[in-house]
């Protein structure tokens, strides 16, 4: 491994291009993306220590950390390859490049930068090399990425150096006390906790793909744990050795999750309460994987509540899942993974779980109150390749859809890191089916090529259920956004700024839309599934849109447009068996009770956009004339306009 700039380019061969260009990728195609991620990040590391070289820092230099993992990386390669290719380590190199260009902010710059040095300190542990470093510790507290959080008893607060030494997969920590006048320190053998359900077929496994309990690098001989690995020179799985049990100054105690084998409140091997309480011990919190079994093999994606740059923006504390939230999130997990766990090859909607480098909690931390069945929020960045942001539903398949829609993001990111695919202009004038607001042609592209993902997500649900009301709500979803990422696709195609490379692939994600357009559809989901896009086209054109003398004038938008929340898309999903509303009556097929109801309504609320969108479209569900296709088309003419 090297940080030195390669002289070879990266040439995609176009078979791999048309893959993913169709909305898909073979696992070809997926690694050239993860080898042009690992060239890039190497490419970024190089203007960091470029950058760092004169920063006046208490810390191991950045070039004896680097050094570090280089020397690590040439003993064990891939667990060493694992952390480059992070998603948080993606996330710190991008933050970094903002703080130096002025547009980040964070804690003082030289413990930022010296995140390199607990890089370091993962890849020599994991490697199993011996390494001295100085490194950042903040409240006695340091962030290993890849494994966990080492926490220091009786600390001084706030950021303080703090000395790390390594060696045969153990970890001795040291820094200040709350005095400050004299050191504590902590020695400990770190480990990742795989969480299973029990389930047949699966299993707990580390982040490095060995059964969770010890270090990928470390089993051999020696004490069972108690979880299907054996850890040497006698380490339990609470990551201590027997005599560890007095380590720190003064005689404080400092312990992992099962200090002599008798674990709090009854934990399991992997150190998890079943009261659902947090079971970590004083001195090290383990990252969690989450685990499951394809037919591919196992696998396992690191459940990420620790790593300070886990985030898409500035780094943040850690936020420790409750033992029953982890266990929450494993259960749906495993379902998750069954569900997307398909025959038929790669393909737009199919991801191999495995590819998934980091699930990040969010919004809470706690199993209750219950999780609602859809995902209140997702989100990915381009600068952490793989890795996502999700709050937990309950519903297996919402996760399951959410981890296909991410992942997609993440597949268009890596494209754009490689080849020019339009010229953005950055102004949001474009109409997105899945916003409330305007958006410009990069987040087109991107709503464009994660939703085609996800129709092709719905497209599989339908082909393999039997279930006449599963098939009613698969086929819905596939209808709608096959139909609501056409439309995104033509305008792609008709915007003038995409390159050659981005009009092949626009071009490719055409052609599987216009082939999943011929494919049949339950008929009340297809119509339903048109309705709705009718209905979101509508009120966003009346929320967003000003009117105008021509229908040729450039969009003007509303001074007063704000955030609206989209009701009507999931509503529209399942059939009401007993329509009360103006919205089920339409979504029921009735637009005559539809359009009585939206009439009653406006004569209260004349200038709703939502109401307004229901009568209009009921309107032209009615009488699809010339005059009702005119309204569709430009509804904002019907709109009263804000005076001013």
Not at 96 to 102: E, P, Q, W
Not at 254 to 268: E, F, Q, T, V, Y
Not at 332 to 344: H, T
Not at 379 to 404: F, H, K, N
Request: glycine share 10%; aromatic share 6%; net charge neutral.
């Amino acid at each position: 491994m090297t940080s030195e700039q390669s002289q070879a380019h990266l040439r995609m061969p176009a078979g791999l291009f048309a893959e993913l260009a169709a909305g898909g990728g073979s696992t070809q195609a997926l690694a050239f993306l993860e080898r042009g991620e690992r060239t890039r990040r190497l490419l970024l590391l190089r203007t960091l220590l470029d950058r760092f070289a004169t920063l006046p820092t208490p810390l191991t230099p950045p070039g004896r950390a680097w050094q570090v993992v280089k020397e690590a990386a040439e003993r064990a390669p891939e667990p060493v390859d694992r952390l480059l290719l992070a998603p948080a380590t993606g996330g710190w190199l991008a933050h970094m490049l903002r703080r130096l260009h002025g547009t980040a902010t964070g804690p003082d710059l030289w413990a930022e930068a010296g995140h390199l040095c607990a890089l370091a300190v993962s890849a020599s542990l994991l490697a199993g090399t011996t390494a001295e470093l100085r490194v950042p510790l903040t409240d006695g507290c340091l962030a290993l990425p890849g494994l966990g959080l080492a926490r220091l008893p009786a600390a001084r607060p706030g950021l303080t150096p703090g000395h790390a030494r390594t060696h045969a997969g153990t970890l001795t920590l040291t820094g200040p006390d709350t005095t400050g006048t004299t050191r504590t320190s902590l020695t400990l053998r770190p480990t990742t906790v795989g969480l299973t359900t029990g389930r047949a077929g699966s299993e707990g496994f580390d982040a490095g793909g060995a059964p969770a309990g010890c270090l990928s690098t470390g089993c051999g001989g020696g004490a069972d744990t108690g979880n299907g690995c054996a850890c040497p020179d006698g380490v339990g799985a609470n990551g201590l050795a027997p005599g560890d049990d007095d380590l720190a100054s003064g005689g404080a105690a400092s312990r992992g999750a099962c200090p002599d084998g008798a674990c709090p409140n009854g934990a399991r091997p992997d150190g998890t309460c079943p009261d659902g309480k947090a079971s970590d011990g004083a001195g090290w919190l383990p990252l969690r994987t989450l685990t499951a079994r394809t037919c591919a093999g196992p696998v396992a994606v690191p459940l990420d509540d620790l790593d300070p740059y886990r985030d898409l923006d500035d780094p943040l504390p850690p936020a420790r899942l409750e033992d029953a939230e982890a266990w929450a999130w494993q259960r749906v997990f495993e379902e998750a993974v069954a569900l997307l766990d398909v025959p038929g090859g790669p393909g737009p909607g199919r991801i191999e779980p495995a590819l998934i480098r980091a699930v990040v909690p969010y919004g809470r931390t706690a199993a209750a109150p219950p999780a609602p069945p859809t995902v209140p929020v997702s989100a990915s960045s381009g600068d952490s390749y793989g890795g996502m942001v999700i709050s937990r539903p309950s519903s297996a398949l919402a996760l399951a859809e959410t981890l296909v829609h991410e992942f997609q993001h993440s597949k268009l990111a890596a494209l754009l890191h490689l080849f020019p695919l339009l010229d953005d202009d950055r102004e949001e004038r474009y109409y997105a089916p899945w916003r409330a607001d305007p958006r410009h042609l990069t987040g087109l592209l991107h709503g464009a090529y994660a939703f085609t993902g996800v129709a092709g997500f719905w497209r599989d649900r339908l082909a393999a259920t039997g279930d006449e009301a599963e098939a009613e709500t698969a086929g819905y979803h596939f209808a709608l956004r096959r139909l609501q990422c056409r439309l995104v696709v033509r305008t792609l195609l008709t915007s003038g700024r995409l390159t050659a490379q981005g009009r092949a692939l626009v071009a490719g994600l055409a052609a599987t839309l216009d082939g999943w357009l011929r494919e049949p559809v339950p008929p009340a989901a297809l119509a339903r599934a048109r309705t709705a896009a009718r209905l979101h086209r509508t009120e966003w054109r009346l929320r967003n849109v000003a009117a105008s003398s021509s229908p040729h004038s450039p969009l003007r938008f509303r001074p007063d447009r704000a955030f609206w929340p989209d009701r009507r898309t999931h509503a529209f999903a399942d059939a009401p068996a007993a329509p009360r509303t103006p919205d089920a009556h339409l979504a029921a097929g009735d637009a005559a009770a539809a359009l009585a109801g939206y009439t009653e309504q406006l004569a209260d609320r004349p200038t709703d956009p939502h109401t307004l969108a229901g009568w209009i479209v009921a309107h032209a569900t009615l009488e699809p004339t010339r005059a009702t296709r005119r309204l569709l088309s430009r509804p904002e003419q019907l709109q009263p306009q804000p005076s001013g």
